[in-house]
């Protein structure tokens, strides 16, 4: 090509001059670095789970340290805590499932929740129990003021809502209101923390078989069997020697709490699937959105609560 064709092009004559005259290892040498960006270059990768595994484990570790405080220093700060991501929970999933055209009430779910909270610390089961139902009718009554279009598709949102998240919610605050309410809300937690962890582990290492490929590719069975041996040797350990009693029954409260974790962890996943999106937000690195974080923690918290009142009553 003549210097005149390059100009012609657009490009510069005297950049190309002095290529021409080059041994070729700056060709080489270019050519190896343009590899090296298209490859990812020297940017952070992500885990064979698709996390940034070092943010998720900052972050746990971090929301761990909240929750042991807050559960140490005094333990009604615990129910704040669990309001406040229960309220944020509860606007990430009404911003989700706006995107099929429902139209939750945000504004009484956010105010609902809190009631809920509230009422399971003071009141106990009954008191959530009536929260759920008064949150319930206000949303059906908020909605009124929308017109009949939509109305029933906007009320089941609503009440999908309000039992998936503040209602799920309440259990943990039920777990921590008794005199051991920390031992048993550290504990629950702990556990699920094992299935995570378990299940995590073992699938990467060994995970061939998928779980549930129509509702998540991550899964698998050897992923599972992880959470479950991981469980059921946390909670026989957390039984015998955190609540006094026989070792088999935290045999049997980690084999449920894995079983859940599962299964909770997969229904959000079919909701994400539904929805289209692949995280439900962006507030907690490595993680997603605070929903991404209690998918598994909110079924077991309610889980946690009958199992423990039945097998280690205060």
């Known amino acids: 090509m003549s210097d005149h064709e390059?100009?012609?092009?657009g490009g510069d004559v005297s950049s190309v001059a002095p290529i021409a005259e080059d041994d070729g290892a700056s060709i080489i040498s270019g050519a190896r670095h343009a590899r090296?960006?298209?490859?990812?270059?020297?940017?952070?990768?992500a885990s064979?789970?698709?996390?940034?595994?070092?943010?998720?484990?900052?972050?746990?570790?971090?929301?761990?340290?909240?929750?042991?405080a807050s559960l140490l220093i005094y333990r009604a700060s615990f129910a704040v805590i669990v309001g406040l991501a229960s309220a944020y929970g509860v606007y990430e999933l009404c911003?989700?499932?706006?995107t099929l055209e429902a139209r939750p009430a945000v504004l009484p779910l956010i105010a609902g929740g809190a009631a809920m909270q509230a009422a399971a610390w003071v009141r106990g089961p009954s008191g959530l129990t009536m929260a759920l139902l008064a949150t319930v009718c206000g949303v059906f009554v908020w909605r009124l003021a929308d017109g009949a279009t939509g109305y029933l598709r906007d009320a089941a949102a609503s009440?999908?809502?309000?039992?998936?998240?503040?209602?799920?919610?309440?259990?943990?605050?039920?777990?921590?209101?008794?005199?051991d309410g920390a031992a048993r809300v550290i504990v629950f937690v702990a556990t699920v923390v094992c299935s995570d962890t378990g299940g995590y582990a073992s699938g990467v290492l060994f995970g061939k078989h998928p779980l549930a490929p129509m509702v998540s590719k991550g899964k698998t069975w050897e992923g599972f069997a992880g959470s479950v041996i991981a469980c059921s040797a946390a909670g026989a350990l957390f039984m015998a020697f955190t609540f006094h009693h026989v070792w088999w029954k935290g045999l049997l409260y980690g084999l449920a709490i894995a079983v859940t974790a599962t299964?909770?962890?997969?229904?959000?996943?079919?909701?994400k699937r539904d929805l289209g999106l692949k995280d439900m937000g962006r507030l907690l690195p490595g993680h997603g959105g605070i929903m991404d974080r209690l998918d598994s923690l909110l079924p077991c918290a309610a889980v946690a609560y009958l199992i423990l009142s039945g097998f280690a009553p205060v």
């Open 95 to 98: 911003r989700a499932i706006s």
């Open 6 to 9: 390059v100009a012609d092009l």
């Open 159 to 179: 009440t999908l809502v309000a039992v998936y998240v503040p209602l799920l919610a309440g259990f943990a605050v039920l777990l921590a209101h008794p005199h």
């Open 48 to 68: 064979r789970a698709g996390r940034n595994l070092p943010a998720a484990i900052a972050v746990g570790v971090a929301l761990g340290a909240v929750i042991v």
């Open 263 to 271: 299964i909770g962890d997969l229904g959000e996943s079919m909701i």
């Open 36 to 45: 090296h960006i298209r490859s990812g270059g020297d940017q952070p990768k």
